[in-house]
């Protein structure tokens, strides 16, 4: 399967699966490691908010074979808009909130002030520690797969664990980079999503503009930032209680020759 066109741009056609109630769910298998190898294709997806999804949709991630779903979203999040038809299947579910509070905030930890995206994503890791561990440790686990985590837009929380996985992986900066902009393209879909939910439906026209695109140098500078702070994400999970069985068990099972 094609992950590149010949104009450098990533080549969604294969990666998206074609479901009515998300928009932004989607295969991270196929990437090219920086040893010569390949993350493996239907094993971990990521994905935008599930609770709008479909009976149909649910037919396709039953044929996939969808074992487990990590939620990223708060409290309120999950509250608010629920859990739709994926909350009645057999399938196994992690709440795992990055943050404490609705609309991105902690007041134990302030976001930083200057709200710049790859400084927010670097802060996600202190407020979010203890999920972001969590979900390393349930995508690490071969009993779980295939695995989905998301949150609301499937760019911010979703793309610092994506970025953290690949990362783990040994999957080229490039790759990790243009799988956080495969998100640039579903936005409109996403915000006209958003525009319906209880939650954030009279909040979408007032979030600034840099919190809405995903911007290839946000992902750029955070890798750049996360290497510069932590040594990279292998380092920043152990240092966060991942235990290092659990990270060699994640490459063993979502890496291939």
Not at 64 to 90: K, M, Q, W
Not at 157 to 170: M, P, Y
Request: aromatic share 6%; proline share 5%; hydrophobic share 40%.
């Amino acid at each position: 399967m094609p992950v590149t066109r010949h104009d450098g741009r990533m080549d969604t056609r294969d990666r998206l699966l074609p479901l009515v109630g998300a928009c932004n769910f989607r295969d991270l298998g196929g990437y090219p490691t920086v040893d010569g190898r390949t993350t493996r294709w239907g094993r971990l997806f990521r994905s935008d908010a599930l609770h709008e999804l479909t009976e149909d949709d649910l037919r396709l991630l039953h044929e996939v074979g969808l074992a487990h779903v990590i939620d990223l979203r708060t409290r309120s999040e999950v509250e608010r808009s629920g859990r739709g038809l994926l909350g009645e299947a057999p399938i196994a579910y992690l709440h795992a909130s990055v943050l404490q509070e609705e609309g991105g905030e902690s007041a134990a930890n302030p976001a930083p002030s200057e709200d710049d995206p790859a400084e927010r994503y670097l802060w996600y890791l202190e407020v979010g520690r203890s999920a972001l561990a969590q979900s390393l440790e349930v995508v690490a686990d071969p009993k779980n797969h295939p695995t989905v985590f998301h949150c609301a837009a499937g760019k911010d929380r979703t793309g610092v664990l994506a970025a953290l996985v690949l990362d783990i992986l040994g999957v080229e900066h490039s790759m990790i980079v243009a799988d956080y902009a495969i998100t640039a393209t579903r936005m409109h879909l996403i915000l006209d999503r958003l525009r319906r939910d209880p939650l954030w439906g009279e909040r979408v026209a007032e979030i600034p503009p840099e919190r809405v695109h995903a911007a290839p140098e946000t992902m750029e500078t955070f890798l750049v930032l996360l290497y510069e702070r932590h040594g990279g994400a292998r380092e920043w999970a152990l240092a966060a209680g991942v235990p290092a069985e659990s990270l060699q068990t994640m490459s063993a099972q979502l890496v291939i020759d």
